[in-house]
T-cell receptor, first 111, second 112 residues
């Protein structure tokens, strides 16, 4: 079935470090791809999305590019802050159907 | 725009008891989802409604879980009887168009 696999955590970084979280997908068609973030004690929030190949989603300094040739949607941020500490989920949907999530990657940024 | 409302925020019950969760989606959102998020895992779809009809309930443990969406608006998810492994956060989400998913804050259930 359609699924996403994302880099296992936890990931611990120092402030201003570069962050990459890998995400690859398996889908029977052409999915839309998402990154969601869950801050401690809060609900899921959409971070960014891309709906077709070569699209780049960006928000709050985070970026991810939809790579059809490698079936990937890696999340990157050039300089993380303590406030970026959260759990990040990669997800996909086909035809506006259900969201299928990865297992999540816990990121901790130290001051 | 008001968000997706869920209640209660937290619930602790003993195994074999019953529990119900409530969700009020964003006004006008035809599609409503219930997800189960077990600690350390990604959310897993339990059931998807389109208006008041069920689109997908293939992952819903129907021997103990039930859900309904009255008049295509509010929804309730019930567990009866609860098991220890049902301890999780239950997330409600709604959507109007492709990619337009909005999640509620969830209900954290602890079964002891």
């Amino acid at each position: 079935g359609d699924s996403v696999t994302q880099m296992e955590g936890p990931v611990t970084l120092s402030e201003e470090a570069f962050l990459t979280i890998n995400c690859t997908y398996t889908a029977t068609g052409y999915p839309s791809l998402f990154w969601y973030v869950q801050y401690p004690g809060e609900g899921l929030q959409l971070l960014l999305k891309a709906t077709k190949a070569d699209d780049k989603g960006s928000n709050k300094g985070f970026e991810a590019t939809y790579r059809k040739e490698t079936t990937s949607f890696h999340l990157e941020k050039g300089s993380v802050q303590v406030s970026d500490s959260a759990v990040y989920f990669c997800a996909l949907t086909l035809n506006d159907y259900k969201l299928s999530f990865g297992a999540g990657t816990t990121v901790t940024v130290r001051a | 725009e008001a968000g997706v409302a869920q209640s209660p925020r937290y619930k602790i019950i003993e195994k074999r008891q019953s529990v119900a969760f409530w969700c009020n989606p964003i006004s006008g959102h035809a599609t409503l989802y219930w997800y189960q998020q077990i600690l350390g895992q990604g959310p897993k779809l339990l059931i998807q409604f389109q208006n008041n009809g069920v689109v997908d309930d293939s992952q819903l443990p129907k021997d103990r879980f039930s859900a309904e969406r009255l008049k295509g608006v509010d929804s309730t998810l019930k567990i009866q009887p609860a098991k220890l492994e049902d301890s999780a956060v239950y997330l409600c989400a709604s959507s109007f168009r492709q990619g337009g998913y909005t999640f509620g804050s969830g209900t954290r259930l602890t079964v002891v």
